[in-house]
C-alpha cells in the first residue's frame, strides 16, 4: 500500500504550483506596488470602488434570493413525481445549463432590446418600447436566468430523500400546508438550500460577463473593474489583486456562513 | 387543484428556462439579420457559419484544448484519487481541502490568480500565453471532478477483491490492473466526461488565460456578440442545442431502460423463487 500513496505526489506539486502559488500572488501583488515594494495603497485605493463593491454583494443576494424563491416550489414538485419523470425532468432542468452561457445572455440581449422581440409584442398592444435593458434588472434576470438550475438541482437532491411518509404524518397530525414547509421541508432541505445558496451567490457576485451584456456599463460589478484591471484598458494588476483578494474574502466568509446550516458532504456535489 | 398549480408552476418555469434558446433557434432561420422581425426562411446563416473561419479554427481550438486537458486530467486524477484513498485522515482531509478550492473559488479569481502566474513564467523563462496556457488552466480545474468521480467507486469497492486476485496468483501490478482499475473505471470515465463538458463549455479562465493568438469557440463567441448584430450566432446556438439535448436525452433513455430491465429481472427472479 506504500507505493499507492506515492501516486499522489504529481497531483500534490500540480496544486502546489496551479492553486496555492498563483493564490499566493494575488496576495503578494495586493501588497506591493508596481517597483515590487510593500504597500497597502492598492487596498486604500479600493475605496473609490465601494459602491461598485456594495451594488455587486447586493444584485447577487437579490438574484440568490429570487432563485431561491422560484427554485424550492419547482424542486419540492420534481421530488415528488414519478421517478421516470423525475429524470426527465431533471434533465430538462440541465439542458439549458450545458448550452454555453454566452449564448444564453446573448439570448436575453437580444430579447430585451428596444427593438427586441419583446418590446415587438408589446407594442402589438400598444405598450412601449420599454428600457428593459442596460438596468440593474436585466443584470438581475442575467444572474436568476444562468444560475436558477445551480438552485434546483441541489434542493432537489435532498427532497428527493424525504420520504413521503414524513410528509404523511404531519398532515395526519394535522399540520397546515405553511406549516408542512416550515416545520418539516424547510428543515430537511436546509443543507441543499445552503448548497445552492453558494452555489448561486459565488458566481453571481463575481460576473463581469453578465454586468458587461446586460448592464451595457451601466451597472459595473466588482467583477468588471477586475477584469479591466488584468486585460482591460487600466491596466494595474496590483489593485486587480486586491480588489480580487477582497472578493475572496467575501466568499469565504458567505461560505463560512451557509456550510454551518448543513453537512457539506450531502448535495455538495452537482 | 394542488396538482393543477404544480403542472402550471412547471410550464412557466420551463418556458422561462426555454424561450430565448428556442427565439435564437428560430430566428438562425430568418431572411433578414433582424432578431426581432420574421422575414422568411433560409439555411444561410448555417452556410456563412461553416465558412466562417474564426469560428471554425476556434472550434478546433477548443476540441484540441478540451481533449488534452480532461485526459491529462483524467490521469492525473486517478493517479491522485489512488493516493488520497490509501491515505491517513488528516493527510486526506488537508488535500481534499485544497482540491476544493478549484471548485469554489470565483472563476475569475482562478483566471486572473492563473494569469500572474504564467505571466511570471513568461519573464522568467520566455514561455507563451497560448495552447500550452490554456491546457494547465484547463486540467486546474478539470482535476477536482475527476477526483469527486474516482474517490467514491474506490471507498466501494470491496478491500477482499484484491487480496483474492492476489490469493489467486496475481502479483500487485496485476491486481491492480485487472481488478481495481475495472472496479474505479465507471467513475473514471465519468469523471472524463466532466472534465470534457467543463472544459468545452469554460469562458472566464480561458479568457484569462489564452493570451491574444489562440481563441476558443466560447472567446470567438463573446466576441461575436460585441458586435451589433450576427446571425450566425443564433445558428451556432442552434447546432449546440441540438447536440446537447441529443446526449442527454440518449443518456436518459438509455439509463430509464437499464433501470426498467434490472427491475423485471428482479420481478422475474421473484417469480421463479415463489414458484418453487
Known sequence: MKTSKALAIPYIVWILIFTIIPLGLIVVFALTDSSGSFTLQNLFDMSTYMSVLFRSIFFAMIATIICLILAFPAAYIISRAKSFNQSSLIVLIMVPMWINFILRTYAWMKLLDPNGLINNFLGLFGIGPLNLINNAGAVI???????????????????????????????????????????????????????????????????????????????????????????????????????????????LFMMSLFNQFGNEEEGAMI | MKKLSSKIYMYALFTFLYLPILVLIVFSFNASKSMARWTGFTFDWYIKLFQDEAIMSALLNTVIVAVAASVLSTILGTMAALGIHSM???????????????????????????????????????????????????????????IYNVLPKLRSMNPNLVEAAKDLGCNSKKAFFKVVIPEIMPGIFSGFLMALTYSIDDFVISYFTSGVKVQTLSIAIEAMTRKKINPEINALSAIIFVVISAILITKNILENRKLRRERAQFRAAQRKESAI
Open chain 1, 141 to 251: 434576470l442575467g444572474m436568476v436566468y444562468n444560475y436558477l438550475p445551480f438552485m434546483i438541482l441541489p434542493l432537489y437532491s435532498v427532497m428527493v430523500k424525504i420520504d413521503q411518509s414524513v410528509i404523511e404524518a404531519a398532515q395526519d397530525l394535522g399540520s397546515s400546508r405553511l406549516s408542512l414547509v416550515r416545520r418539516v421541508i424547510l428543515p430537511l432541505s436546509m443543507p441543499g438550500i445552503s448548497t445552492g445558496v453558494i452555489a448561486v451567490f459565488v458566481p453571481s457576485v463575481s460576473t463581469f460577463v453578465i454586468s458587461r451584456m446586460l448592464g451595457g456599463g451601466t451597472n459595473d460589478l466588482i467583477g468588471d473593474i477586475i477584469e479591466s484591471q488584468f486585460l482591460g484598458t487600466s491596466y494595474n494588476p496590483h489593485l486587480g489583486s486586491a480588489m480580487a483578494l477582497v472578493l475572496m474574502v467575501i466568499v
Open chain 2, 88 to 146: 491517513k485522515k488528516t493527510s486526506k482531509s488537508v488535500i481534499m481541502g485544497v482540491t476544493y478550492i478549484p471548485v469554489i473559488n470565483p472563476e475569475i479569481i482562478m483566471g486572473v490568480s492563473l494569469m500572474l502566474l504564467f505571466k511570471f513564467f513568461v519573464d522568467s523563462f520566455g514561455f507563451r500565453f497560448g495552447f500550452v496556457s490554456l491546457v494547465l488552466a484547463h486540467i486546474s480545474f478539470d482535476v477536482p471532478y475527476v
